[in-house]
């Protein structure tokens, strides 16, 4: 049976040439080129486009989808020890079923009256989070750690009417370049240098460059080369005394271990919640979260959501919604909103929610416990390699580190390609990143891999280098 519109093309309404017609005459009009007679001539395209043969079936379509996804190589597959900004953690199967219901999984935007528990489960996710971080105020997520950052720095700058962000010299290439493409124009960009034995901020340079221009200092800890940075009270100390604000991101999955940003002073808060429950999705399902004290000059800087709880006419019950909504993009002057937001990542907030609930200070401590512990496993046994220095920097790291391999006489584009043929994906290539570390990369190691996953990478690397 053919459905009255849908003869030519399945998933397209109305494409049945009869039907257009007779919505063509319903409007006066002869074609549906007459719909758009504004277009110069010039600009139509006037032959088909360069594209395939459209499914006939959702059979076929779904078969043609999954002959391509074959050619995916996963971590369900290989040995995988690739992080650096999104990471393999087990995530629990409860995660994926809440986040799967249908109130959550198809609702988006809407009021208390309608959302059917989904803004009670974003205020749950918040008080969640804002314990991990030891912070007041956590936002409805944004799109990732990137984004997230960056809008901290341009609150920073709108609270201190300041046009200069200061950045730690560590940070990632694709962060960087993400936070400058959203800051500009308006907040200017300048990298701190970095000691090349530790990794660690490089203070007298921090010094040499922070002004009465400078909005915001902004480093992270762990930082994105996995190192843990302990000057963090003097960072911001320094960022205080020049009337600046002290921005941290730090990857929520080291907290049940390393003390919050709060406790070295932090004004701000930002990372990503993908070590939260998510999975890896290919590089893709990041979220990222910003977080503040409760004061009202970081309270209405947010650009987005923020949920609240508070008594009802009804003695007794609670109710919960939007705090300070009219500051938004999407209340009642959109173009005097702080910044614009659109479609955010608010499912994972909840999945992240979800994940907390379940793992409770006890998991989370075991969590960061067990990582440390692998981690440095992983970084002793590499550096028993002849040529191989298991660690870059003379530091403490969690869950990343930096393999050095200036001295085997093999490029880390070479490793990486032998590793592939024993099943594993090697650590990020951070030669054209950081060139000043030569052949080094950044590996990853969680709670998901077993000793005999890092004995096999290392005695793979082992036969690599030694032959």
Known sequence: MIIRGFKNHPYIPNSDLEVQ?????????????????????????????????????????????????????????YLNFLGAGCWQHYVPAVCDEVNSRSEFLTAYAGEPYNDHGRFQALFEYESLLAELLDMDVVNVPTFDWPQAAATSLRMASRMTKRSEALVVGTISADRLMIIKNYCDPGVKVTLIDYDRETGKMDLQDLKRKISDNTAAVYFEN????????????????????????????????????????SSYGADIICGDLQPLGMHMNYGGGQSGFISTRDEEKFVMEYPSRLFGVAPTVKEGEYGFGDIAYDRTSFGNLR?????????????????????????????????????????????????????????????????????????????????????????????????????????????????????EDIDTLVNAIRKIVEG
Do not use: W
Request: aromatic fraction near 8%; include cysteine; hydrophobic fraction near 35%.
């Open 21 to 77: 017609q007779e919505m063509l005459e319903e409007i006066g009009l002869k074609s549906l080129n007459d719909l758009h007679v504004e277009i110069p001539e010039e600009l139509k395209l006037k032959r088909p486009l360069n594209l395939p043969k459209p499914f006939e079936s959702e059979y076929e379509l779904k078969r043609a989808i999954d002959k391509v996804l074959k050619k995916n190589i996963s971590s369900k597959e």
């Open 335 to 451: 173009e005097k909103g702080k910044e614009y937001v659109g479609t955010q990542t608010a499912l994972l907030g909840i999945t992240a929610g979800v994940y907390l609930s379940l793992m409770g200070p006890n998991g989370m401590f075991e969590l960061g416990q067990s990582i440390i512990q692998k981690s440095l496993y992983a970084i002793e046994e590499l550096s028993k390699i002849k040529g191989v220095k298991g660690s870059k920097f003379n530091n403490i790291g969690f869950k990343e580190f930096i393999v050095d391999f200036n001295d085997t006489g093999k490029t880390i584009k070479e490793i990486n390609k032998e590793l592939l043929n024993e099943s594993i994906f090697g650590g990020k290539d951070l030669s054209e990143e950081f060139p000043e570390l030569g052949q080094s990369a950044l590996y990853c190691v969680t709670e998901v891999h077993l000793k």
């Open 222 to 261: 762990p930082s994105y080369l996995g190192f843990i940075e302990d000057q963090g009270a003097e960072i911001s100390k320094i960022a205080y005394e020049a009337g600046a604000i002290s921005v941290v991101g730090v990857d929520p999955s080291s907290l049940g271990v390393i003390a919050p940003p």
